[in-house]
Structures are given as structure tokens and as C-alpha cells.
């Protein structure tokens, strides 16, 4: 087959600007051929090259004593104790769930679990942060139920226990639903692997499921926006297959244990290519290929396909010579293909031959190191208007209104989809602040949580960011965890337009910030931008993963329940900051107001006054939307106990604003905390009492079972 | 005592179901689905959770089909133990060690949640450490958990007091709710349920281990 002319048409369709192709005409110094551009088109687009973005991410904070690896290998690494490490990372793949829910969701994970297990860690828990359109949109329904079972379908059979997410519906995304998959793992702080390629002449090896034509130009796609002519996309949807990532895990555990392994690079988008170029950039060494030894799956594939298929549950590797047997005996037990494609040398090239002829001789580390970098114009986000006048109501009314919405009710209707208990170390399952997984075979533990609000951040994104990491480290603390470190996966519109670009760089400064007083760095993350149709972004949606650690599981986690007698204990202080509140959107259907204002020492002290007293606290929670009146009935739910709050006005009930927690506790440990709170200069209050079966604020009451049966339902009315 | 724990492709609650049988006292050594014998003196083979080899067909069906099913088949016809559980229960029907099979859900989804279960029969190792009629709360994680057999099986199965466990409240459309079923011998048991995800307090409940203690209890006393 005759390679297609290179025309600007084509240059375009490639995704690149004319003035990109400009700089490859300078950089190679002669016109690229059919597969040179596509291999150019993969390591520049905005998914893979991060253009647009790089320019702020470096300015997030990266380092701590716990950092071992932050941002640039394929997950981050943050020390444990020990001896060992959580890898960890969240990555997006909206684009894609919205073309093909299912696949879309799936390869999702298991590209996210790859990231993990490519280091040497064995995946110990996932989380899933979800983002569909309004309700009633006619695509909502078939989005939820492909991404949910999609997610379950892949991560289930895998075998990895998910423990947290988000799940929210909003009209905003109609036209771009975001899927923002996060995995962990578990490995030694002596058997970690990176993907530096070193020494020359050693062989290049392919691992894992055969090359197909699936996925040729995903990470492209990905990096455009959306019209109507969407539907043809499809065909770059991969397809996932759980059981062979299984098989790619325990083969390439073994591997790693056998010490044939020097480095090691899953191939995610952009294949091939990508994992080639960042095994030999990061080692100062060039890579030749003979594609004529990759493991394909259909016949007839030219240069261009191999190199930017995404084909899943591929993995490249640079062996060690003497083990050679050895390495392809551990493939061969699992029914893996393993095939010698290549090798690295010491010239700075990246040579692709496919027959006799050669197919790319570029210079491999201007692929990525020459990469256009971006300073986009932005424009700051204006102030926020105050909220006018909110007439007050029953307040058992307003919770009700929280409980049949898709945004606050219960969750389970997703998470019991999901395996949440294979591995049997859950401790805490998803649907009640963080999820919490214990470290097989220690009295250790860690915690798990994803949070954002997208409203918060399109109001204003330097709060809604800062909020975003806020809200992360309260509901690690609300476990008993200490916040050890941060993922961030940052989901914005076209970033050529200045007001998107202005929500981006507000929300990473707000990040950055909280990052750095809350001594959480940021280890990894993904960008993905775009996220627009026919000219509408989406909510600015900087999801947040954190990861905290509990030291001793029986000292330090906090996992009980508020019962008869206990007092509703509030910490922190409460304004009624109702601007951009659950309550306000949901009951009277008005976006309006600032986002809460987050006072980061506030939220330290807060957090450490937890830690430090976590042996007086029966039962713990942060308040986040829905304000006390959400976290009380949440608590109360978990516990199967009812409460009575003090009477309150709106404000007081819905409010949200930050640095808050409300715990259970018996008499006696409330009159030590509020002592103890005293000394430290914590605001502190107890707000009311657990026991009998009636949720009630003042003289407003209804029946517990009655709003669990509520809140429990309002899904599957919606979805089944 | 010793017991095996089968490892198929895609197998991914063999490390748990060695956690539970270890905690009980079991030596427990892991067995590749290539092999074709299992270890000498193995009196309880646990065949595990997951997905093996993708379950991209009928579950369990390849797995019955694998070198090592004949070894387990030898084993249960010297009066072995076998131990199912979830997807193992399904290799054992399809193996049919155990009669019956493992349909879809009714609700056509995954379904993993806690679920109350009443002990049907007590009449066996692995039941003997309950009471019966008791109800304990062992979660499920299955898409394929709805237990159906002929009328004459379940015949016999009732009148030979071999559904050792019942759901309280049927999750996925199980015949009669039953969960877990007994062998003719009864030293197979079979079930949907995850024990070993019941067996410490840090799991939530420990509803499940006494079906290992009582397990271990009986073969000591063998």
C-alpha cells in the first residue's frame, strides 16, 4: 500500500497547527513521511505532550520527605514506611466513555491499573469520578449504564477492589461525560521499576495482547473537541480485555521478580510510540524497531498502524540479554506474547523498519523534549456576585429535596456493582467518606478518597481548587489517615479560549496552594482538555485523589459508629456561607454566589486536632455540600441511629462552609474535646444529640428509614 | 492438615482463600492449572473467586476443561474436601462435582453487597461450627450467582439436606434462594458467597469463619 501524499489537509487531520508542522520541517529538515507525521501528530497532541498545560503544572508542589517519585514517570511513588510504597495516579478517558461507554469506561481502568502495575505494584484499590449530563438528557441513561458497568466489567474481573469515587450530574456535561479512573498499588521501596532504558544493543521486548488497528489516533481524538460528527469516532474506542491485564499482571510481577527486567513502559496512547520514544528519551539512547516481529493481530498492518495503535494490555520492556529464556518461560506460562522487536542504540534515533524499508529515522529525543510548549492567554475569572435573598425553609423539606437528587442521594446503586472487596482488605467500602484498604500482612492501613465541586470552581477557581485539596485531606483525616500525598486529574475545556485557560490556571494555583500548606504534594496526574461540544465546556473539574496513611489500624483508624447517647459535635467554625451550595442549586435551582473561602491553616489545625484526639471519637465526618444537615444524616445512616439537631436557620444547616467536622462521641469524651479545642483555639460545639429512630432539626423531624429509603431509591428510579 | 488453593487464569481470590485457610490452620499450597496432580496429602482443595480465564464463555466452563480439574476430580472420588466459592462453585458445576448451574443475575447486573444467610444444615464439616437455622452476613460480588436446577434435583438436594445455605432475601434469583449446596458425600460445598471475605473484624463481620474453623475442627478429628 502506498503511503497517502503529505498535504496540509492531512497536516490537519493530524491535528497539527501549520506552525507545528513548521517546526518538524526544521527540526528533521525535510518533509516527514506518512508515518514520521503520525508518529509526530501522537507525541505532540495535547494529551500526550501536555502543551498547553506544562507551562502551570510545574509550578504545583511536587516534593516531600514521603516523595520517592512525583510527576513524569507513569505514577507517582510516596513512601510508607518499612519499606514500602503506594503508587499511585487517576487518569482520564472521557473522550472516549462518551464515543463508547463501556470500552470507553474499561480501558480506562485498565490503562490506569497499567500505570501501576508497569512500577512493580501490585494494585490494591481503584476509585472511579464519575460526570454525566442532566438526568433527562437522552444520552444520560445509556452513559451511566455503560461507564458503570464498563468500570465493574474491566476492574471486577481484573480483581481490584474499588473503594471510592464521585459520581455527579450536571446539564454542562451533556456533550462530554467525564470518566477519571485512579488506581493504587503496593510495592518495595528496593523493587521499584522506571521506564529509563539503559545500555546499549539491549533488546527491546513487546509483552501482552496482539497490535490491532483499534485505537489508531486515540490520543488525537482526545485532544480535539466535539461536533456532531462524533458518532464516526468510534473506531478509535479501544477494546479492553480484563482477563489477559490479569495475566500481563501476575507475568510481569514474576518478571520484575526474576531481575530480567532494566526498564519497563505500558503502552497507552499512542502505543507504541510513545512508550518507545519515553524508554529511550529518558535514557539518553535512541530505539530502532523491526515491526515485522510485533505480535499483530490482523494481517496486512502497515508502519503507520503499528505505531499508533492503541491496542490494550501491551507492555514494552528492555530485557536483560542473559535472562532472556528465562523471561519468555514466565510469558509463555501465562499465554502472553513475547517478542524480541527491537533494540536500543546508542545514536539519538528513532529508527522504525517494517520489511526492508524504512518507515521513520527521526531524532528521538526532539520528539518529546522539542515538543510545542504553550503560554496560552487567560483571563481571570470575575468576582462572583453575593447571593441575593434565600427564603428560609423546613428543613426537613430542603434535606429531602438533597435526598431525591442524583448528586447527593446514596450511592450504591453504582458501588454494588463493583467489586469493593476482592483482595479481603477492605476496611471501609465506598459510599461514606474515604475508602480504606489495609496493607496485606502489616496493621497498616491506607485511605483513599476523590473529591472536587465543579460549581465551587466555575465560581471561583482559586477557591473551588484550593477547596478540591481541602476537602480531599478532611475526609482522610475523618478515617484517622494521615494525608500523605495528592493525584490530580484535571478535566477543562478548549484551552485556546482565554476565560477557560483563566479557569484553569486559577484552579492550579488554588491547587498548588493547598498542596503546599496541607503538605499533600501532587505525584502525578493527567490533563485533559477539550472537554467541550459545539462550543460549551464543561464545569472546570480538577478532580482531586488522595491518599492517606494509618499507621496502626487499631490505634489510629477511626471507623465506629454514632449510637443512643452520643453527641453531634461540630469542629470548626460556622459562617452560613450558602453561595454556589448544594442547597441553593437543588431546592431553588439557582447557581449563584462565591465559593466558600477555604483558610488553609484553619483547615490544618482543624485536621491535626483530629489526629490528635482520634482515640476520643467514636465517628467521624467532613462537611462538605449539604452543609451539617448532609453529614448528619449521612452519620446517622451509616450508624443506623437517629439524631436530633438544633433548630437553625438555612444557613446554619446548609451552609458550607469549610474547615468543618462533625463527630460522634460520648458525654464524657465531648467535655475533653471541647477543652482540648479550647487549648488549640478550635471552634467547637455540640449541635445535637444521637439516638432513637428520628432524624429531626428542631421540631422538623421524619423518620430515619423513611429518608434512608428515600436517599437509597432515588438512583435506581432514575436508572433502572 | 493440608489444603491446595487451584489458581486459573484470572483467578483473583486464590490469595484471600489462602489468608482464610491458613487463619484456620491449614498448610496451604498454591496449584497451577497446568499441573496435572495435586501435592501429596492434600485433604482440602479450595477452588477459588474471579474470573477464570476471563469467563468470556460460560463461567467456569474452560476451567472444568483445565489439566488440573482431573486431579480435583480424583480427589473428591477419594472422598477429598473441596471447597467452592464463587467462581469455584461454578467450575465445580461445571465440572459436576456439584449438580445445577450458575445463571445471570436476574437483575442482569453485578451485584456485591452483604447479604443474610440462613444455615440450612449443620450436618456437615463445613457447617458443623454453625447453628442451624442460623442467619449470619457474608457478603456476594457475582454476575452469575442465580443458582438453578431440574425439579428432581432439587428433590433429592432438599430431602437429602444438602442446600446448606439459603439468602434471606433473594439478590439474584436463585431457585428456592439457595446459596450453597452440598455434595451427595457431603465434602463438597459449593456456594456464591465470599466467606473469607467474613472471616476478621476488620472485614466488617466474622460471620465466615467459622465455616473454616469447623472445617479444620472436622478434618483433626478425621
Known amino acids: 500500500m502506498l503511503d497517502p501524499e503529505i498535504t496540509p489537509e492531512l497536516i490537519a487531520a493530524h491535528g497539527l497547527k501549520p506552525d507545528e508542522y513548521e517546526r518538524i520541517l526544521e527540526i528533521i529538515g525535510r518533509t516527514p513521511n506518512f508515518t514520521e507525521l503520525g508518529i509526530f501528530s501522537a507525541m505532540w497532541n495535547e494529551h500526550c505532550s501536555y502543551k498547553s498545560s506544562k507551562k502551570w503544572l510545574r509550578t504545583l508542589p511536587t516534593e516531600g520527605p514521603q516523595v520517592i517519585c512525583g510527576p513524569g514517570e507513569n505514577a507517582g511513588i510516596v513512601d510508607i514506611g518499612d519499606g514500602q510504597a503506594v503508587v499511585f495516579k487517576m487518569e482520564s478517558h472521557n473522550h472516549p466513555s462518551y464515543i463508547e461507554p463501556y470500552q470507553g469506561a474499561a480501558t480506562g481502568v485498565g490503562g490506569i491499573l497499567r500505570d501501576v502495575f508497569t512500577m512493580g505494584a501490585r494494585p490494591i484499590a481503584a476509585m472511579n469520578a464519575l460526570s454525566f449530563g442532566a438526568v433527562d438528557h437522552p444520552k444520560t441513561r445509556s452513559l451511566v449504564h455503560g461507564v458503570v458497568r464498563g468500570v465493574g466489567g474491566y476492574g471486577n474481573s481484573f480483581g481490584v477492589p474499588t473503594v471510592g469515587g464521585e459520581l455527579r450530574f450536571d446539564s454542562a456535561y451533556n456533550g462530554n461525560c467525564l470518566v477519571n479512573a485512579f488506581a493504587a498499588g503496593l510495592a518495595e521501596t528496593d523493587k521499584i521499576f522506571y521506564s529509563a532504558a539503559s545500555g546499549v544493543g539491549m533488546p527491546v521486548v513487546y509483552l501482552g495482547a496482539k497490535t490491532g488497528r483499534d485505537g489508531v489516533g486515540g490520543a488525537t481524538m482526545a485532544s480535539a473537541e466535539f461536533d456532531d460528527t462524533i458518532e464516526e469516532k468510534r473506531p478509535t474506542v479501544q477494546v479492553g480485555d480484563p482477563f489477559t491485564e490479569k495475566r500481563l499482571l501476575e507475568a510481569c510481577l514474576e518478571l520484575m521478580a526474576s531481575g530480567a527486567v532494566i526498564s519497563i513502559q505500558d503502552m497507552g496512547a499512542a502505543g507504541l510510540t510513545c512508550s518507545a520514544v519515553e524508554m529511550g528519551d529518558k535514557g539518553g539512547l535512541g530505539i530502532k524497531l523491526q515491526l515485522d516481529h510485533v505480535p499483530q493481530r490482523e494481517p496486512n498492518m502497515t508502519a503507520y498502524e503499528m505505531m499508533l495503535s492503541e491496542s490494550q494490555e501491551r507492555m514494552l520492556m528492555v530485557l536483560r540479554p542473559e535472562k532472556e529464556a528465562e523471561a519468555r518461560a514466565i510469558f509463555e506460562k501465562w499465554d502472553l506474547d513475547f517478542a524480541i522487536v527491537g533494540e536500543t542504540i546508542a545514536e539519538d534515533r528513532f529508527v522504525i523498519m517494517h520489511g526492508n524499508a524504512l518507515k521513520a529515522d527521526l531524532p528521538l529525543s526532539k520528539l518529546s523534549s522539542t515538543a510545542p510548549e504553550y503560554d496560552r492567554p487567560w483571563v481571570e475569572t470575575p468576582t462572583a456576585e453575593a447571593v441575593e435573598f434565600i427564603p428560609e425553609i423546613d428543613p426537613i423539606d430542603g434535606l429531602k429535596a438533597l435526598l431525591s437528587s442524583p448528586n447527593y442521594c446514596a450511592r450504591g446503586w453504582v458501588y454494588e456493582q463493583y467489586d469493593t472487596q476482592v483482595g479481603a482488605d477492605t476496611i471501609r467500602t465506598p459510599g461514606y467518606g474515604a475508602g480504606v484498604v489495609r496493607v496485606a500482612g502489616t496493621n497498616k492501613a491506607l485511605a483513599f478518597t476523590s473529591d472536587v465541586t465543579p460549581r465551587y470552581v466555575k465560581a471561583n477557581p482559586f477557591e473551588g481548587g484550593k477547596q478540591a485539596v481541602a476537602e480531599a485531606y478532611r475526609n482522610l483525616i475523618a478515617v484517622g489517615a494521615t494525608p500523605l500525598a495528592t493525584t490530580d486529574n484535571l478535566n477543562f475545556g478548549n484551552p485556546e479560549k482565554p476565560e477557560i485557560m483563566g479557569q484553569f490556571v486559577g484552579a492550579i494555583k488554588g491547587i498548588g496552594a493547598a498542596c503546599a500548606a496541607l503538605d499533600t504534594p501532587i505525584v502525578s496526574g493527567n490533563v485533559s482538555l477539550y472537554n467541550e461540544t459545539d462550543g460549551r465546556a464543561i464545569l472546570p473539574t480538577p478532580t482531586i485523589g488522595a491518599v492517606g496513611l494509618i499507621a496502626d489500624i487499631d490505634r489510629d483508624l477511626i471507623d465506629g459508629t454514632a449510637r443512643e447517647g452520643h453527641w453531634a459535635v461540630l469542629i470548626g467554625e460556622t459562617r452560613g456561607h450558602l453561595g454556589q451550595s448544594a442547597l441553593l442549586a437543588e431546592v431553588f435551582h439557582r447557581v449563584e454566589g462565591d465559593a466558600p473561602p477555604v483558610d488553609l491553616e484553619a483547615e490544618r489545625k482543624a485536621g491535626q486536632f483530629i489526629l490528635d484526639n482520634r482515640e476520643m471519637i467514636s465517628a467521624c465526618t467532613d462537611l462538605s455540600d449539604g452543609g451539617l444537615a448532609l453529614a448528619a444524616f449521612e452519620m446517622a445512616a451509616a450508624s443506623g441511629t437517629g439524631v436530633s439537631l438544633d433548630a437553625g436557620d438555612a444557613a446554619t444547616i446548609f451552609g458550607e462552609d469549610q474547615g468543618r467536622y462533625l463527630i460522634a462521641c460520648s458525654t464524657d469524651k465531648a467535655e475533653a474535646l471541647m477543652v482540648a479545642a479550647g487549648q488549640a483555639g478550635l471552634a467547637i460545639a455540640t449541635v445535637g444529640k444521637f439516638g432513637g429512630t428520628q432524624f429531626s432539626i428542631g421540631s422538623a423531624s421524619e423518620s430515619l428509614d423513611a429518608l434512608v429509603a428515600l436517599s437509597s431509591g432515588t438512583l435506581s428510579r432514575l436508572f433502572d | ?222
Open chain 2, 1 to 222: 492438615m493440608k489444603a491446595a488453593v487451584l489458581v486459573f487464569p484470572g483467578s483473583n481470590c486464590d490469595r484471600d482463600l489462602k489468608r482464610a485457610f491458613e487463619q484456620a490452620g491449614f498448610s496451604v499450597d498454591m496449584v497451577w492449572h497446568k499441573d496435572t496432580n495435586l501435592p501429596d496429602g492434600v485433604d482440602l482443595v479450595g477452588v477459588p473467586g474471579g474470573f477464570s480465564y476471563g469467563d468470556y464463555l460460560r463461567c467456569g466452563a474452560i476451567a472444568a476443561q483445565s489439566p488440573i480439574s482431573r486431579a480435583l476430580k480424583a480427589h473428591a472420588s477419594r472422598g477429598g474436601y473441596v471447597f467452592g466459592v464463587c467462581n469455584g462453585f461454578q467450575i465445580l458445576t461445571e465440572t459436576q462435582l456439584l449438580p445445577g448451574a450458575l445463571l445471570q443475575n436476574m437483575s442482569t447486573r453485578y451485584i456485591c453487597k452483604p447479604v443474610g444467610l440462613r444455615v440450612e444444615n449443620t450436618d456437615s464439616a463445613f457447617t458443623s461450627a454453625y447453628e442451624k437455622g442460623a442467619v449470619i452476613s457474608v457478603p456476594i460480588a457475582h454476575h452469575e450467582g442465580n443458582y438453578q436446577a431440574d425439579p428432581d434435583t432439587l428433590l433429592r438436594l432438599n430431602g437429602e439436606g444438602r442446600v446448606a445455605f439459603r439468602y434471606v432475601e433473594n439478590p439474584n434469583g436463585a431457585v428456592e434462594d439457595i446459596a450453597g449446596i452440598l455434595s451427595e458425600n457431603r465434602r463438597i460445598l459449593g456456594m456464591m458467597p465470599h466467606p473469607e471475605r467474613a472471616s476478621e473484624p476488620l472485614h466488617g463481620g466474622t460471620d465466615g469463619a467459622a465455616l473454616f474453623a469447623g472445617l479444620a475442627q472436622a478434618l483433626v478429628a478425621a
